[in-house]
């Protein structure tokens, strides 16, 4: 008995492995990896709207791995987050929960500081700044994050947090117009605010970055937080302005430095750091503001400048990006004309035509806005298909000429081309939070061409397939399908696994009889009687995915 029960367990141990190597690890549940260890696509996506998602990924392997909402209204509004559910806070472990029952890892974004009730200054910077130093209006705001961490500690599972995006920009345009680059030269209401868990933190922007580590320490370690990376911040916008003489690299760096000052390293003891940065590369269509990159990369702006920005900012910081509130429009489909809720953008078809080169910089995640009076991968404009006549606009001479046979926004841009991308094998990433080291980076050339595809016209994006891959940014061949949380591989991987397999077991029964030869000559008589029990093997069957459950102690 005891020798079958050995044949059975070295089978299973032996096939296991083999069966499920190269298997994603998207959709482990509970506990998904905390990050995705290949480049990985989220979506802007409000209460109850699961099951677009998972019509998309059913219908076509658009298999978003994040599902992004704001944690929002503001402090001190009475109709902030905190009232979305009947006991106050639910809203956020509820959400969790949902992404976790349909297979998405949540991402929130805390936006509560300039949608307030609170004193107000000269504009959206100087309201913020006011307000970050007024004591009475930062304890409720510590509060208010305070009850965010106990509940995302509460419920336990994996989460991502963008903190206040447009704050640490307005921090870093005063400190530049102040002589400075550091944080700690800004003033904020932190200990003086009265919060029993800050008293001896400074009353500074460094000291508010590392109160919201700190809480975050306390009440949720587990949870990962990105700090923003402003594109304006250094008073120098590579991602809108015409000038040729932008040095992309030295901006970069400058904003790298910067932030290092906010909570990425030399914090106080106890206190955390930083897990990933965000940034965002635009917060409007093109075709609504006018504000275009140049695919060619020959005039400005363009992306190869914003990807030297990008990775420059990424290497000094010593973390990796995630891109947020992308633009969702394109110029491809007839429904994109620039009229409302069809505005046309480049940047979506840029990044699927160029996944190797934002990997390259640092980005390991793009998540796509769906405002409405933009495009989008839903029907908010209620007009069902639309097929409207091409358009001139920007580098486009009446090039967005595909039919589309979906009431999306977008004509269905985003869930047939990122389902294509998932449905041919995602582009792999190291498993860390820190970038990619920048010896032998190549940025995009300016010319038109990518260090890693082929060259880019107006029409970058391919007809939808299912058996080809994104032909523009060279991922191709068969991969893994994912759909509703199923994993079905291309039959020559399944049947090289098997043969694979079978050789392992072949040859561990071969082994496991010639032990038991040698332990049967050995053995003496007297003993014969004794069964020999192996000890418990210590190795595990993980997937070659896995990544550890925190990345923390990975980054210095």
Known sequence: MTNRLLSVFMFLFSVWPVLHMNAPTRYQSPGLSIVPDYFSFGID?????????????????????????????????????????????????????????????????????????????????????????????????YQDWTLLMRKVGQDGGSVTIIIEPDIWGYIEQRANQNGSNNAADIAASVASSGDSDLQGLPNTAQGFAWAMLHIRDLYAPHALLALHASSWGTLSDVTSSNNSQLNATDIGDKEGQFLLTLGLANTPSGISTFDLL??????????????????????????????????????????????????????????????????????????????????????ISVQFAAPSGQSSPYDLQGDGITNPAPIQSYECNMCNTHTSTYPDDDGGYLRLFIGQYYRNGTYPLSGSLLPPSSKGYTPPAQNGTSSSSSPTGPKLAPTPTIDKGITASGIGGFGIIDLASSHHASWWEMYWRWIIGIIVVLGGVAIEGRRRQLRTRQAPPIANHIRIVPGESSTRAETSQSLPPRHLQNIP
């Open 45 to 141: 996506n409000g209460p109850g709207g699961t099951q677009a998602l998972n019509a998309m990924r059913q219908n076509n392997g658009t298999a978003w791995d994040y599902r992004y909402q704001y944690i929002t209204g503001g402090i001190n509004t009475g109709h902030n987050w905190t009232t979305w559910s009947p006991v106050p806070g639910d809203y956020a472990p509820n959400t969790m929960r949902g992404d976790r029952a349909n297979n998405y890892r949540t991402l929130f974004v805390y936006y509560q500081l300039l949608p307030a009730q609170g004193p107000t200054g000269n504009g959206s910077g100087d309201t913020a700044l006011i307000r970050l130093n007024n004591a009475s209006f930062m304890n409720a705001y």
């Open 278 to 363: 965000s940034n965002d590369i635009a917060d409007h269509d093109s075709g609504q503001s006018g504000i275009w990159m140049d695919r060619y990369n020959q005039t400005y702006p363009n992306f190869a400048r914003y990807l030297q920005f990008i990775h420059a900012m990424s290497q000094t910081a010593n973390r990796r990006v995630i891109l947020w509130q992308v633009p969702a429009g394109n110029q491809y489909f007839d429904t994109e004309n620039n009229s409302p809720g069809h505005t046309q953008d480049n940047k979506a078809e840029y990044i699927l035509g160029h996944i190797p080169d934002f990997a390259a910089a640092g980005i």
